[in-house]
């Protein structure tokens, strides 16, 4: 086979490379909307947010042209040892990390600080990868199963120390990669139900969810009874141990609630579900965001004409809430053409991973689409109101030069395996 050594841009799928570029210009166009004041106007202005952020874009294409640089085969020998020192670093944190906003979760020297959460994506992407691909490892089998759950626990229960419960939510989205590569099904709806449960107990309350749950059970034992008294007979342990599990999970949604989520989770919470009315103090944030987006109407103010971005309205608009100045000042046609941007990029990578020859290769672009996707939906669906407060930044838009290093990591790594593909490992 022909070596790519002389060319490291040979066989790369130019069209993921525009996607990038096309995100970190829109993203950094609405930095500089979300923080432009009427008296700095400077582009090259790098004490500004706009202009740090030009930085780490910068610096971005040394990150690139080093991920470019390596063998696909590099990615897959030393992925478990990558893991592992991105664990040890994020460990670290707890001794040498600075506590900014009541979460250790940055590494900083002087003004610079890296956050290193934003980089262990990528490490479990790979580790997942590394180990799913093994020929020996069976997802159908209960083992193998904990083993791959396990890979996942560790970066996101460090995460959560610090704490960080946002970042290590994104962990979620790799039961998805598991699914694809063989995980019964069961885990997923098993996942949802208890979603569902958790949502609907915290909305009706326990008794009237039991109540509710008890007809059901009631109704699918008249069914057997009536219809399938065979298959009754053989299944209604199973059917009595689900109502009683699923029981036990409701009575449990209480505790959870008032006793494991911090005050402010409980009342982002109230504020999702109608119980509570908040518009100055907790539900501040989702409420600015909501009427922000809605007064751009359908085509937009046009850019810099944002009253509400200009005026400040929106707290963290250039991070979380970033796809604020999107919708004011852009409409909802820009927003929509936005959302239909990452659709088609997340269309792509999937597309991508199944052309792949190694299987390694395959399971990584998954795991990186789930992890864009996860992004993607929890950051929109908090602006609009749809879930609660959750600080993940979105992918290439929000200010920060650690998630930007992160997902272009994450993104470039996919396109150097999948330059590889053509190739002989």
């Not at 202005?45 to 610096?59: A, D, M, P, V």
């Not at 009541?102 to 997942?128: C, N």
């Not at 996101?156 to 598991?178: M, N, R």
Request: glycine share 8%; net charge positive.
């Amino acid at each position: 086979m022909r070596s790519r050594k002389d060319n490291i841009f040979h066989g790369i799928d130019w069209i993921l490379v525009l996607f990038y570029f096309v995100f970190i210009f829109l993203g950094w166009i609405n930095i500089y909307a979300a923080t432009i004041s009427e008296t700095q106007f400077d582009l090259l202005n790098f004490s500004t947010e706009y202009g740090k952020q030009l930085i780490w874009i910068g610096l971005s294409f040394p990150i690139i042209l080093l991920i470019l640089m390596f063998e696909a085969k590099f990615y897959e020998k030393y992925a478990s040892i990558i893991y592992v020192s991105f664990l040890a670093l994020l460990a670290g944190l707890f001794v040498l990390g600075k506590n900014i906003n009541g979460s250790t979760s940055w590494y900083a020297i002087g003004s610079f600080r890296l956050q290193p959460s934003e980089f262990v994506k990528a490490a479990t992407a790979l580790a997942i990868a590394k180990m799913v691909s093994d020929k020996q490892f069976n997802l159908k089998k209960v083992s193998v199963q904990v083993q791959a759950l396990l890979v996942l626990i560790f970066p996101a229960f460090l995460i959560i120390l610090q704490p960080d419960p946002g970042s290590a939510l994104v962990y979620v989205a790799f039961i998805f990669v598991l699914y694809r590569e063989g995980l019964p099904i069961h885990y997923i709806t098993v996942g949802f139900i208890a979603l569902f449960l958790f949502v609907i107990t915290l909305f009706l309350g326990y008794t009237v969810t039991l109540i509710s749950s008890l007809v059901l059970f009631v109704g699918i034992v008249l069914f057997f009874v009536f219809y399938r008294l065979r298959a009754f007979k053989k299944g209604w342990i199973k059917i009595l141990g689900i109502y009683l599990i699923s029981a036990l999970f409701i009575f449990s949604v209480d505790f959870v609630f008032n006793q494991v989520f911090e005050q402010h989770h409980r009342d982002r919470f109230n504020i999702i579900l109608g119980k509570t009315v908040d518009m100055k103090g907790v539900g501040y944030n989702t409420n600015q965001s909501v009427t922000t987006i809605a007064s751009g109407g359908f085509f937009g103010k046009g850019f810099l004409d944002g009253e509400r971005t200009q005026g400040d309205f929106v707290p963290e608009q250039n991070t979380d809430y970033i796809f604020t100045t999107v919708g004011e000042e852009w409409g909802f046609l820009g927003s929509a053409f936005v959302i239909l941007l990452f659709i088609a990029f997340l269309l792509r990578i999937i597309s991508k991973a199944e052309q792949q020859k190694s299987k390694f290769s395959r399971i990584y672009g998954y795991s990186i689409a789930a992890i864009f996707f996860m992004h993607f939906l929890i950051n929109i669906g908090m602006v609009i109101g749809l879930v609660p407060t959750i600080g993940i930044p979105l992918p290439f838009f929000s200010y920060g030069g650690s998630a930007l290093w992160g997902f272009t990591i994450l993104l470039f790594i996919f396109i150097r395996l999948d330059a590889n593909k053509t190739y002989e490992w």
